[in-house]
């Protein structure tokens, strides 16, 4: 099974510049948890989950209305390909204890989305216990984006 079969296509987005009270009344209306960060050409900058929100602005006292996007973005994104096998971007996540990636096609611009969520849907219950195992489990080293 690929991503593009499992990938939410064409998903909520914001600019670098985009306050956060914006980025949170976006995630509320599409019900998501992470939106991502693109640039003018539509490619990822990083992206911002409701954990960015609540750790980066809202617990260090920053003004959401003044607070943008880029300033509590989580970057370098790890994306996938929509040709990429949901076993491989399975692997991704649970290298880099991440539960949402952007889907970027050959050129670069986002695409989809793919979660945890979309995985556990397709996947077998030993793949499912896998999956919240390998994405839960502490490492050493900070998870990259997502």
Do not use: Y
Request: with cysteine; aromatic share 0%.
């Amino acid at each position: 099974m690929q991503v593009r079969e499992i990938m939410t296509p064409d998903p909520a987005s914001w600019t670098p510049e985009t306050s956060l009270v914006d980025v949170a009344r976006l995630m509320a209306g599409h019900d998501c948890g992470e939106i991502p960060v693109l640039d003018e050409r539509g490619r990822p900058e990083g992206v911002v989950t409701d954990r960015d929100i609540a750790c980066r602005a809202v617990a260090q006292g920053k003004d959401p209305e003044s607070t943008d996007a880029r300033d509590v973005m989580s970057s370098p994104v790890v994306t996938a390909s929509p040709n990429d096998s949901v076993e491989d971007c399975r692997a991704q996540m649970e290298q880099n204890q991440i539960r949402r990636v952007p889907v970027v096609d050959d050129s670069g611009v986002c695409c989809g989305m793919i979660a945890q969520a979309d995985i556990v849907k397709a996947a077998s219950d030993h793949e499912i216990a896998e999956l919240l195992r390998d994405v839960s489990e502490s490492t050493d080293e900070a998870p990259r984006a997502g």
